[in-house]
């Protein structure tokens, strides 16, 4: 794994060397897949794994765009925590670069919670960001502990270093099917609730080879705690990581007690839609100068809709997640003739429609070019019109995928602008289908 500078507003990126093409994956929430035993991501054909440490050393030492080249499915765990990161970005330095740092910051509070599971983190209001953490799993080895972060404390020197937990409980299904052979607990502090016989323990020596393997004020002895609430200062570590996938820097006050990655991303998943729907303005500049990315003849040739019923004119913007499209609207659009004669309204079913066909762009971008498809509507949602369209306005679309597409799948937000005045907005989701021959 090779961590490269990466240009400004470029994110932190994830690319896929081993594979054909070397596909990239975002380091954002919208593609985690898996939070079962850490955090992956994964889109285009790219699946990374346990990519919260490297993560939580990036973004906690002020590293906000960088290439990650990695040559297998998986982060390297080294000693389980993320000092070796830390102390690789101090050495090699930063570069500062001219964009401004993009901040949200939370306005009201905002809660995720699993009740069943004790599970609840909460954010507030605040100027700078901060996390207090409590962790309590009715442990009598771990108990109450706590665990404290703010801007301005030393990632390096009191997070960095906490290491991964695990209960021996939950190793011993794993020893009993021969699942383990490849464990090291140099990279792990194994916590023991329940006493442990000597042929337990003789067994424990040899998967790991460690001859001299004890149980020690209830943890195994093979390392010692670097902090008293280590396994709490790690939790936090991973919530420094998961929340890094926000991609841009949060303030508000976090509190969170019994957290995990599962409920650390959803909560990211939460701000993420809270940002777009915060955002009254088109984030793409719209310049008719510029040579767009599809003219009207190449959408003409991705959409199989044709006049009068294809409503977009240009695409000025694509990427893997978002796209942003023009519609022209003029007096000789045909609904104008009965929509309404003296007062010409453009029909706000139709501005929808426009909306979905610019996100059947995004979706049909990097399909098979050689097949044809067609996108039908499944579920419209949370659909609001704001102002009225009329002719002589120049419409602008922005929608911006909310999860990776699966199965043919696609969810989107998409918003309509007319200038700096947003007009319409509605949350998407349609089925991709290849038409027949």
Not at 58 to 78: K, Q, T
Not at 128 to 134: A, N, Q, R, T, Y
Not at 220 to 234: I, W
Not at 410 to 437: C, D, H, I, R
């Amino acid at each position: 794994m090779t961590v490269l500078p990466a240009e400004e507003n470029r994110g932190i990126v994830f690319r896929r060397t081993d594979l054909e093409g070397t596909p990239e994956v975002a380091a954002l929430s919208d593609y985690v897949t898996d939070t079962s035993r850490s955090t992956t991501i994964e889109n285009n054909g790219a699946k990374v794994s346990t990519i919260e440490h490297l993560m939580a050393a990036l973004w906690s030492c002020g590293v906000d765009n960088a290439v990650v080249e990695i040559d297998g499915p998986e982060v390297p765990i080294m000693d389980g925590s993320a000092r070796d990161y830390a102390q690789a970005i101090a050495k090699t330095g930063l570069v500062e670069q001219n964009a401004d740092i993009k901040y949200y910051q939370v306005s009201e509070k905002v809660s995720y919670t699993i009740p069943e599971k004790g599970v609840e983190i909460d954010i507030y209001p605040d100027e700078e960001f901060g996390v207090s953490l409590h962790i309590d799993y009715g442990s009598k080895v771990l108990g109450n502990q706590y665990a404290t972060f703010r801007e301005q404390d030393d990632f390096t020197e009191n997070i960095a270093p906490c290491r991964t937990f695990v209960f021996l409980h939950e190793l011993e299904p794993l020893l009993q099917n021969n699942l383990i052979k490849g464990g090291d607990l140099d990279n792990a502090i194994v916590v023991v609730e329940h006493s442990v016989s000597e042929e337990e323990l003789e067994r424990l020596r040899k998967v790991f080879n460690k001859p001299g393997i004890q149980v020690n004020q209830g943890y195994l002895n093979n390392l010692d705690l670097r902090f008293y609430n280590e396994p709490a200062r790690h939790k936090l570590l991973d919530i420094l990581g998961d929340f890094a996938l926000l991609g841009i820097r949060l303030k508000g006050r976090v509190l969170a007690t019994r957290p995990g990655h599962f409920a650390n991303t959803e909560m990211i998943k939460l701000l993420r839609k809270n940002i777009r729907r915060a955002g009254t303005k088109p984030q793409y500049a719209y310049n008719p100068n510029e040579t767009p990315k599809y003219d009207i003849n190449q959408i003409r040739q991705k959409l199989p809709h044709r006049p009068p019923f294809l409503l977009v004119d240009k695409i000025i913007h694509i990427d893997d997640n978002s796209v942003a499209g023009i519609k022209n609207v003029t007096m000789n659009e045909p609904f104008f003739v009965g929509h309404f004669p003296d007062e010409p309204v453009m029909p706000g079913v139709l501005i929808v429609e426009a909306m979905a066909q610019c996100g059947g762009i995004l979706a049909l971008h990097n399909m098979d070019p050689n097949q044809s498809y067609s996108t039908y509507f499944m579920k419209i949602d949370a659909v609001r019109f704001k102002n009225k369209v009329v002719p002589g306005d120049t419409l602008q679309f922005e929608l911006h995928l909310t999860e990776p597409i699966r199965r043919g799948i696609v969810v989107m937000e998409a918003k309509a602008f007319v200038g700096e005045k947003l007009v319409t907005e509605a949350m998407l989701m349609a089925q991709v289908t290849p038409n027949k021959k």
